[in-house]
């Protein structure tokens, strides 16, 4: 007892000397000078020495949620990284994780909604900064060019102030202007082993959408981009690995749409309903992995984000084991010859 008694002012002294101390400039520096080293010396992650497919949620919501990310998916091997989409908060996440930005070989739209193209430029800038050798590619449907002129247009003072500032040979001028890519469904590109085949959404009145399936070495995953469940999405996800697909909670959308009604905000009620018509209600993706041969399906483009436990449980409801609810800063790891789908948490 009486050594509990002393103990405890010797720990308060402790922590008084500890406070003072960190009002010491000297001492301030000293713990400025660690983090940042610690900081440089983090880097983009690396790929694991066995090869595999890895994809990682850079953006799991769609608008209908609060504090994730909108739309952003990335397709990494130890020789390709490509981005699906690009919404509003991807970027930060796509730093959080550590990506190579420095050799982002393209970006694929799936349709031209804000919550899928906000961030553009800031994946542009973003991977210019870290020296990609050619210019960013933004691969999309019909309309892509019109998106990719506008935000060369719009941030061309941007890019005009940062090469005057850090100079030409850091920034060279033709990697700041990006290029615009139509293309058709079917084979998007064969790089290497890895293909990208683009596939007709359902989206209506949006049109054309497509969704992506990517194919490495017998490993496979699907992206939908916003999409209904159609004969498309089953045929283009049967075989396939992984399928993220864009998730509607009918019983969570109809509760908020009746509680915004029911206050007067007859207005917010009737878009917060309108989307119930064209993205993917969960009843239909179970449906949907019963019909086609999917090893899992990962529920992204959230609508809505659930808040909290319960709400995730409603998300999930009905929901085979081989399904999974995805959150910002999620990561699946699908090694070369193998089935095993590792699903990392953030």
């Not at 179970?286 to 709400?311: F, K, R, T, W």
């Amino acid at each position: 007892m009486k050594k509990m008694l002393l103990l405890v002012p010797a720990l308060a002294l402790i922590l008084v000397v500890g406070r003072v101390a960190l009002e010491i400039p000297a001492v301030q520096d000293a713990l400025l000078a660690r983090g940042a080293a610690g900081m440089a010396l983090q880097g983009d992650r690396t790929q694991a020495a066995n090869d595999s497919l890895r994809v990682y949620v850079c953006g799991s919501a769609s608008p209908l949620g609060m504090d994730q990310a909108q739309a952003c998916i990335a397709v990494v091997t130890p020789d390709h990284f490509y981005l699906i989409d690009s919404g509003a908060g991807s970027t930060q996440n796509i730093n959080r994780l550590r990506l190579p930005t420095g050799r982002l070989q393209g970006l694929l739209l799936t349709h031209f909604h804000s919550d899928h193209i906000a961030e553009i430029y800031e994946v542009n800038l973003g991977s210019w900064v870290n020296a990609r050798p050619a210019p960013l590619t933004v691969y999309g449907p019909w309309g892509v060019q019109e998106v990719v002129k506008a935000i060369n247009e719009g941030y061309r003072m941007d890019r005009l102030y940062r090469i005057a500032h850090h100079g030409e040979a850091l920034l060279a001028p033709e990697l700041g202007v990006l290029a615009a890519q139509p293309i058709l469904v079917g084979e998007v590109l064969r790089d290497g082993d890895l293909k990208i085949t683009a596939y007709m959404a359902e989206h209506p009145p949006i049109h054309p959408a497509v969704g992506y399936r990517i194919d490495y070495r017998g490993r496979s995953v699907v992206v939908s981009g916003d999409s209904n469940v159609s004969a498309n999405t089953v045929e283009i996800a049967d075989g396939a690995d992984l399928l993220l697909h864009d998730a509607l909670s009918l019983p969570m959308v109809t509760a908020l749409a009746s509680s915004l009604e029911a206050n007067g905000r007859s207005r917010q009620s009737k878009i917060v309903t309108d989307v119930i018509d064209y993205h993917a209600s969960t009843a239909s993706l179970i449906e949907l992995s019963a019909q086609s041969d999917v090893g899992m399906v990962a529920y992204y483009h959230l609508a809505p984000v659930p808040p909290n436990s319960i709400a995730e449980s409603v998300f999930m409801r009905d929901a085979p084991d081989n399904f999974v609810l995805t959150s910002d800063l999620m990561w699946f790891e699908l090694p070369i010859g193998s089935d095993q789908i590792i699903v990392n948490q953030p």
